[in-house]
């Protein structure tokens, strides 16, 4: 497919780019199945985007049609009965139709404005029936229209994450201030602090860490690494937090995203990362499973 993109590839992208209304996908079945996907893989990345079936078009859905909108029709062959039946009347309506198919001298290549060729010569299926190749052609020739749209739009990750507010990916794409625990969920300890009480501190918040803080200023953290490391060096339960927090540990700001706090959490191999303002005081903690989406028991002190 990379390969046969060419000047008709170019000048359907800066139709799209160009159009002021939605980009409508339309084909019948298995095709029709993947232009569902386009029109939501477009409308996802910053290119408004809707399925229209053929059938449902030719009974009274064309109304669905707006002047500045474009069309994308695709067909395999270029003969779909029902495709072809409303392709001239949306063309009656001036709007301009993109046709993708392997036939470039099929009926539907003849009535469109740009022909996008797909050049599958034969089905993966072994009757050369079943559409396989062609589907995946099509999806591969989707994708790559709308991600070059995404890049010529400057569409953002901040503007993908407006459009995902839910779920794991959502979240991800969340604030950290959105996504941190704060308030009396903080673990905090000072740094005299006695080991024993810095113990209770990270079992009773169980986040598997405790932040060292000194006139609310980070100073370090004790993680379950650390209590180990220490309890080998025979230290005891009396010594004071901060001989055994590990110093300047990793920080994010709370307007960063959770992609970026968890790109920072496997890179230094930790799963938690004290969020801190500029004058590097503690507003909040975020936790790796925090970002993953999984569910804990949240502690609450009676």
Do not use: W
């Given at each position: 497919?990379?390969?046969?993109?060419?000047?008709?590839?170019?000048?359907a992208?800066?139709?799209?780019?160009n159009?002021?209304?939605?980009?409508?996908?339309?084909?019948?079945?298995?095709?029709?199945?993947?232009?569902?996907?386009?029109a939501?893989?477009?409308s996802?990345t910053g290119?408004p985007?809707?399925?229209?079936h053929?059938?449902?078009?030719?009974?009274?859905?064309?109304?669905m049609?707006?002047?500045?909108?474009?069309?994308?029709?695709?067909?395999?062959?270029?003969?779909?009965?029902?495709?072809?039946?409303?392709?001239?009347?949306?063309?009656?309506?001036?709007?301009p139709?993109?046709?993708?198919?392997?036939s470039?001298?099929?009926?539907?290549?003849?009535?469109?404005?740009?022909?996008?060729?797909?050049?599958?010569?034969?089905?993966?299926?072994?009757?050369?029936?079943?559409?396989t190749?062609?589907?995946?052609?099509?999806?591969?020739?989707g994708?790559?229209?709308?991600?070059t749209?995404?890049?010529?739009k400057?569409?953002?990750?901040?503007?993908?994450?407006?459009?995902?507010?839910?779920?794991?990916?959502?979240?991800?794409?969340?604030?950290?201030?959105?996504?941190m625990?704060?308030g009396?969920?903080?673990?905090?300890?000072?740094?005299e602090?006695?080991?024993k009480?810095?113990?209770?501190?990270i079992?009773?918040?169980?986040?598997?860490?405790t932040l060292?803080?000194?006139?609310?200023?980070?100073?370090?953290?004790?993680?379950?690494?650390d209590?180990?490391?220490?309890?080998?060096r025979?230290?005891?339960?009396k010594?004071?937090?901060?001989?055994?927090?590990?110093?300047e540990?990793?920080?994010i700001?709370?307007?960063?995203?959770?992609?970026?706090?968890?790109?920072?959490m496997?890179?230094?191999?930790?799963?938690?990362?004290?969020?801190?303002?500029?004058?590097?005081?503690?507003?909040?903690?975020v936790?790796l499973?925090?970002i993953?989406?999984?569910?804990?028991?949240?502690?609450?002190?009676?």
């Open positions: 497919m990379a390969q046969q993109l060419d000047e008709n590839f170019v000048k992208v800066k139709l799209l780019l159009t002021k209304g939605r980009v409508v996908l339309t084909g019948v079945g298995k095709s029709g199945l993947i232009c569902k996907k386009i939501a893989t477009l996802s290119t985007s809707f399925f229209l053929p059938t449902d078009a030719a009974h009274g859905d064309l109304g049609l707006r002047g500045e909108d474009a069309v994308i029709a695709v067909s395999h062959s270029g003969e779909t009965p029902e495709l072809l039946s409303i392709v001239p009347l949306i063309k009656s309506f001036g709007i139709v993109i046709a993708i198919t392997s470039l001298d099929s009926t539907l290549a003849r009535l469109s404005d740009i022909v996008l060729n797909l050049g599958v010569k034969k089905e993966a299926c072994p009757y050369n029936l079943a559409p190749t062609s589907t995946t052609a099509t999806l591969a020739l994708d790559a229209i709308a991600i749209l995404m890049k010529l400057g569409f953002s990750s901040r503007d993908f994450a407006r459009l995902h507010p839910g779920g794991k990916l959502g979240i991800r794409l969340s604030k950290v201030k959105e996504i625990r704060k009396e969920e903080l673990p905090i300890v000072s740094p602090t006695p080991l009480d810095a113990i209770l501190e079992s009773s918040k169980k986040l598997g860490a060292v803080v000194d006139k609310e200023k980070l100073v370090g953290i004790i993680t379950d690494g209590l180990r490391r220490a309890f080998e025979g230290v005891d339960f010594t004071p937090a901060r001989e055994v927090m590990t110093k540990p990793k920080v700001d709370e307007e960063s995203f959770g992609e970026e706090a968890l790109e920072l496997e890179l230094n191999k930790i799963t938690v990362l004290p969020v801190v303002d500029e004058r590097g005081k503690v507003v909040g903690i936790h499973h925090d993953l989406g999984r569910k804990f028991e949240t502690f609450k002190k009676k």
